[in-house]
């Protein structure tokens, strides 16, 4: 029997990596009811305005069913649902998504499918962007395992919104990107690929307005590395297209209200930020200070690299901070001056791994945590060092270009913060799109450690070690739903309490009963909040959703009734409780 080529190893060693990262994304992914955002998407992608603006017809009646809510839909229904709900953004994604529930559903496991192929995707797409770029299986590889369990894309992967998405269409479009210039010096066609690459911008932007960062990294290489003309030509050919694109839904679609919208939200966020920042219902929202922009933005940047990835969360107080940054430093300056020398003094062989665990008598909290932060910081210095020397005059435009893809989606949303006077926006998942290329960076950084002397290498690989286990651990918080940052809630949710009111409905429903929803108050901030209705509609819109679309069921909203879902039975007056959200605890 024949060994295996390196090339059937490899692709072994690949499908291993994508099936572990299908599984995680797969695992628990219809455990827990959808939140308000994915509320939001189930009815966009329908063409049902939230709060039923388009449905006057519908819920202005006494008394209305599945058949009235399911009356069809048009296109202008769709951009006006798109502009209500999520002021014009993604439609490329409700689109997708809805052809996709149209073959296989909208129940919650269903919905979120698309968010978990995409995931999986780019974990794909990723080895194949690393081995054709940077011409190393090994690296590919080391990119798509440390791709393949990141808890970012694992946890947004669990919700059917446009993430998951996006970071797929970035990718890919910086991969077409560099296949332009790189076959831009044959004489064969390039036509497919720039078509492809005006597409992707598109389909990108539509997908998140927010892409465009990505595109804004395109053009800084090109300004930094590209001097042929003809490049510049047709690619600002590409450019124009892919803007008139995306400008005729800014003229004719949703996009319209954007600006708009955006700039009512930045006032309003900054009132709140200077006159109520912490309990607004919004979560917490400072004024855009330098201060408070760093404070902000600090997971953000700490998170898109592994090794530290959640570490900003777990190592508090001042004097552990600083003696876990004192060790880390004087770890740094050591490897600095001893990592080429093959031989060098003994005491450093052993200063070095005891500078990293010496503090852990030290610390008051989570001392291993600060055990990982210390040996972080030579990691970086590692890092750092990859980026100025493990380049010749071929790689380092690659090289800067990852730099400028890792850094520059999140200093826009800073310096878009400083200019909107709120700490609001300075989110990860804003600026996600950064995740594949640092985690190139780290592959890199980790090929780096492995060359090192065993004194430095063995240390530094039992801190990487520890922090598998911790992100390990930062998973297993995702799958049970507790985890605020990647899955906003602190409690777990239930399942989907719309479709569990919905089945039971159907499972005790008899003519000549009556589906009685609550009502909410609602407060409208803007025009586009209205809708024309004196009462809340969104239980009653979420319901049916998951109702037969042929149903004659009597439905009415209660608008003395807060929580509760109630079946009146006709023949007996009897009222059965199918549902009650005991205030806001089963509204997420």
Request: proline share 5%; net charge positive; glycine share 6%.
């Amino acid at each position: 029997m024949s060994l295996p080529t390196k090339n059937s190893r490899s692709l072994l060693i690949l499908g291993g990596i994508v099936l572990l990262a299908f599984v995680l994304r797969l695992y628990r992914v219809g455990t827990y009811g959808i939140y308000f955002d994915e509320k939001s998407t189930l009815l966009i992608s329908q063409g049902v305005c939230v709060e039923g603006a388009n449905q006057h017809d519908v819920f202005s009646k006494p008394y209305f069913s599945p058949k009235d809510f399911w009356s069809p839909k048009t296109f202008a229904d769709f951009i006006e649902a798109n502009i209500r709900g999520d002021i014009g953004n993604s439609p490329a994604y409700y689109g997708v998504l809805w052809v996709w529930m149209e073959i296989f559903g909208m129940e919650d496991t269903a919905m979120r499918f698309p968010s978990v192929l995409f995931s999986t995707f780019t974990i794909i797409l990723l080895y194949v962007f690393v081995r054709r770029h940077f011409k190393s299986e090994s690296l590919a590889l080391i990119s798509s395992a440390i791709a393949a369990i990141e808890p970012f894309f694992v946890s947004y992967s669990h919700m059917a919104r446009n993430y998951s998405m996006t970071f797929f269409l970035t990718l890919l479009a910086t991969h077409l990107f560099l296949l332009i210039l790189e076959k831009e010096s044959r004489p064969k066609n390039k036509l497919g690929l720039y078509f492809a690459y005006c597409f992707t911008i598109a389909a990108s932007v539509l997908s998140h307005y927010l892409t465009v960062t990505v595109f804004m990294c395109h053009g800084i290489y090109l300004l930094l590395y590209v001097r042929q003309t003809r490049i510049w030509v047709n690619l600002s050919i590409v450019a124009v297209v892919a803007l008139g694109v995306v400008s005729s839904w800014f003229i004719f679609g949703g996009g319209k209200y954007t600006f708009f919208t955006l700039d009512y939200q930045a006032k309003f966020y900054r009132n709140l930020a200077l006159t109520n920042p912490y309990n607004n219902g919004f979560g917490i929202i400072l004024p855009a200070t330098v201060s408070n922009v760093l404070k902000r933005s600090l997971p953000i940047w700490s998170d898109l690299v592994f090794f530290t990835n959640g570490l900003a969360a777990k190592v508090g107080g001042l004097r552990n901070f600083a003696l876990s940054l004192g060790f880390g430093v004087a770890a740094t300056a050591i490897l600095h001056l001893y990592r080429k020398k093959a031989n060098p003094p003994v005491w450093v062989k052993v200063a070095f791994p005891l500078l990293l665990v010496v503090g852990l008598p030290f610390y008051t909290i989570n001392p291993i945590h600060f055990f990982v932060l210390s040996a972080a910081l030579p990691l970086y210095y590692l890092l750092l060092t990859t980026i100025l020397e493990d380049t010749n005059r071929q790689t380092r435009p690659l090289i800067v270009f990852l730099v400028v893809l890792s850094l520059v989606p999140t200093l826009f949303l800073l310096l878009m913060a400083f200019r909107s006077g709120h700490t609001y926006g300075i989110t990860q998942r804003y600026s996600g799109f950064s995740f594949p290329y640092a985690t190139i960076l780290v592959a890199m950084t980790f090929r780096k450690l492995a060359s090192l002397r065993q004194w430095f290498s063995w240390p530094l690989g039992a801190a990487i070690a520890v922090q598998v286990v911790f992100i390990g651990m930062l998973l297993v918080r995702i799958y049970q739903d507790s985890d605020p940052k990647y899955t906003y809630f602190g409690n777990p949710r239930i399942a989907n309490p719309m479709l569990t009111a919905a089945n039971k409905i159907k499972a005790q429903y008899q003519p000549g009963d009556t589906v009685l929803y609550p009502s909410l108050r609602r407060k409208e901030y803007t025009d586009i909040d209205k809708n024309g209705l004196p009462v809340s509609v969104i239980d009653a819109q979420l319901v049916n959703i998951y109702l037969p679309k042929e149903a004659d069921y009597y439905q009415r909203i209660d608008s003395t009734e807060r929580d509760k879902i109630v079946l009146l039975k006709g023949k007996t007056g009897q009222k059965i409780t199918i549902f009650d959200f005991e205030g806001s605890k089963y509204r997420y």
